[in-house]
């Protein structure tokens, strides 16, 4: 290959100022340990991206955007010079070590492969995103997949689909050890998702209308639901749900029944929701596509929980969390996440809350408490978080239970210090939720919290302060009643035939307010 170039890595780029400096950045390791060179086709920028490109690409070129994907990107790739091409967008950072990539492509093992798929991670919260030097330190709600991006240049690979593009592979295709992380989801405002599913939405109806039973284009249509009318996503899933049951082979089918069983569940359909479960689980049960059953456990778990089928719930959401533990100890054969992403891979705080809520329900205290006690507080976020201090306050009053709001307060103290805007307020309601809730309850019950936080002084005070708060609000707003309630009196008493009116008005303010003198004195003068 000319200039001995072993990878190119392709882009293509438009308005992207925000990211592209810190994707071409993140290539640098790489670049130093493998001859590269960065291939950059620009769609038609408008802000400084060609200028932050001209400091790192060794080639740009320009294209007129023409709504296919594809054809933007095969226009770099017929440049490629390099053995590997590596395709990169710009809201994406290889952030981690890319010592598993130079020792592939520096040994022979590179030609024993016609491609590499490689997990990409999407990262949902702008805020988290911004804080984060690089986004390997992202602690927010994420979704993994295996996406296909490097190819061997000889077997002239090209992009096919004018959305939701693709390269097909054949086997022997290689899988690295190693995350792409993207944050391009996260800075999307309404609008601009909006906007971005419309264009995408109409572009794969596009490619529908060719084919009603390509199950590909299909599963990438329904991931559009937000900008889709319902009476046709409900078309959509019928089409979905009769394709699929005669194409069971195609690598989309588990990725189709996932959707369809989440539509369902979404519905309240739970009936039809634990059919496609269980018909998932029939027809993929073994190790290639374990880890959907992520997916598909959650599913299962809510469906019996809402039918308040709390022992059979219980199982689910146990299976649930095996495979997530596996998922998270890379012990799972990953190959099914080349057609789809995991939906509930992150849900794990939410079903373990969900496991409580079962054992409760099901009066096994202790049960309920052991699983709480495994739950790490102190990193827990918006909304679970709100959830979790409900259940304990609630067991905090039970005489059977070890569990004591001393033990956690604390934390929700240390929450409300937290960086993220949306951390702080949800631990600001859930501050409110608490104190409200105390301040309400008889007084031999808030005696009891009292006592379990009364050992922080902080607490102490917090609570009391929270009461006081509580209380001259009421006084507030009993003070407004009684004086709007005079404003009528007096309208009444200016009336010759509304003053009985009146005088059963004053009658009733006395027993609210009974030092009243006003009132007192409006009843002498209507009596007499």
Request: aromatic letters at 10%.
């Amino acid at each position: 290959m000319e200039n001995n170039i072993i990878v190119s890595i392709c882009m293509i780029v438009k308005n992207e100022q925000r990211c592209l400096e810190r994707c071409l950045k993140s290539l640098t390791p790489l670049r130093k340990q493998i001859p590269c060179e960065v291939i950059i086709t620009d769609t038609g920028s408008t802000d400084n991206t060609l200028e932050i490109a001209k400091k790192y690409a060794d080639k740009i070129l320009h294209f007129e955007w023409c709504n296919d994907f594809s054809a933007a990107r095969n226009v770099g790739m017929e440049q490629a010079k390099g053995e590997w091409i590596f395709v990169l967008d710009a809201d994406e950072e290889l952030a981690e070590d890319v010592s598993h990539l130079v020792k592939f492509f520096k040994s022979e093992e590179r030609y024993q492969y016609t491609g590499a798929f490689l997990t990409k991670m999407n990262c949902f919260n702008a805020e988290i995103c911004s804080q984060c030097e690089s986004l390997r330190e992202y602690t927010g709600i994420t979704s993994s997949f295996l996406d296909y991006r490097l190819f061997r240049a000889d077997l002239k690979p090209r992009y096919a689909g004018i959305i939701h593009e693709y390269v097909p592979y054949r086997e022997p295709v290689y899988t690295f050890g190693l995350t792409l992380y993207h944050d391009g989801y996260a800075y999307e405002d309404k609008e601009k998702r909006k906007e971005k599913g419309l264009r995408n939405a109409s572009l794969l109806e596009k490619q529908l209308k060719s084919n009603l039973r390509d199950l590909r284009i299909i599963v990438h249509t329904m991931r559009e639901r937000e900008v889709i009318k319902e009476d046709i996503y409900e078309n959509l899933v019928l089409l979905e749900e009769d394709v699929v049951y005669k194409n069971l082979k195609s690598g989309y089918a588990p990725a189709a029944l996932i959707q369809v069983a989440s539509y369902y569940y979404d519905k309240k359909e739970l009936e039809k929701a634990l059919k496609i479960c269980k018909d998932f689980l029939k027809f993929f049960d073994n190790e290639r596509y374990e880890v959907l059953q992520i997916d598909i456990r959650y599913i299962q778990s809510n469906c019996l929980f809402q039918q308040k089928q709390y022992t059979p719930a219980v199982k689910m959401i146990e299976r649930y969390l095996q495979v997530v533990e596996k998922y998270q100890k890379n012990q799972l054969n990953l190959d099914a996440l080349r057609t789809t992403t995991l939906k509930f891979g992150n849900a794990a705080p939410f079903m373990k809350y969900i496991q409580i809520r079962c054992y409760m329900e099901g009066k096994n205290i202790k049960q309920a408490e052991s699983v709480l006690k495994s739950v790490a507080m102190e990193k827990l976020r918006e909304p679970i978080f709100f959830n979790y201090y409900w259940i304990i306050v609630t067991l905090s009053l039970m005489p059977e239970s070890e569990i004591s709001l001393k033990e956690y307060y604390p934390i929700l103290l240390n929450a409300l210090e937290r960086k993220n805007e949306e951390d702080k307020k949800t631990a600001q309601k859930t501050y409110d939720m608490v104190h409200s809730y105390i301040a309400k309850l008889p007084v031999e019950k808030r005696g009891i919290l009292l006592e379990q936080i009364s050992s922080s002084e902080q607490g102490q005070k917090d609570l009391w302060e929270f009461i006081h708060k509580k209380e001259q609000e009421k006084e507030q707003k009993l003070k407004k009643v009684i004086e709007d309630t005079k404003v009528t009196i007096q309208k009444l008493i200016a009336e010759p035939t509304m003053q009985e009116n009146a005088l059963d008005l004053c009658q009733k303010l006395l027993e609210i307010a009974p030092e009243d003198e006003q009132i007192k004195a409006w009843i002498k003068e209507l009596k007499e």
